[in-house]
């Protein structure tokens, strides 16, 4: 996959997330897809019937993306999300992927940070 490909398959999540459109999660993961919420997630959601499960959100919300890296079947994405309603919030997030022949994501790991947890690490 290359970035333009990487790009167009971002896109499509966020039409699909904003739209909250689940059905069209079949063309994005593949049906044993893997979706870590955290890069240290001792459960990931495994199969597309969890991930659906999982990724309804009906908070409006801005998007932007930009890829970072595209290297065969490998890619990450850096994401800066915005909610809006009641509680407004923001974080950024890399999104590390890989994607199967079919261009669809057979992992999706999430390393996500908020405005007050400026570092991982403690001090």
Same mark, same amino acid.
């Given at each position: 996959?290359?970035? @333009? !490909?990487?790009? =167009? ?12 459109? %689940?059905? $069209?999660? *079949? /063309? ?20 597309? @019937? !969890?991930?659906? =499960? ?12 930009? %890829?970072? $890296?595209? *290297? /065969? ?42 405005? *007050? ?7």
């Amino acid at each position: 996959m290359g970035r @333009d !490909a990487v790009t =167009g398959w971002v896109e499509r999540y966020e039409e699909a997330w904003r739209a909250q459109d %689940v059905d $069209a999660l *079949d /063309g994005l993961f593949a049906p044993d897809a893997r979706y870590l919420r955290s890069p240290y997630d001792a459960e990931p959601l495994e199969g597309l @019937d !969890a991930i659906k =499960g999982f990724w309804v959100d009906p908070t409006p919300f801005t998007m932007t993306a930009t %890829v970072v $890296a595209a *290297d /065969g079947p490998d890619a990450v994405v850096r994401v800066e999300v915005r909610y809006g309603g009641d509680e407004p919030q923001e974080y950024r997030d890399l999104w590390v992927l890989r994607f199967g022949p079919d261009g669809r994501a057979e992992l999706f790991e999430e390393w996500a940070y908020w405005p *007050d947890k400026t570092y991982s690490a403690s001090a």
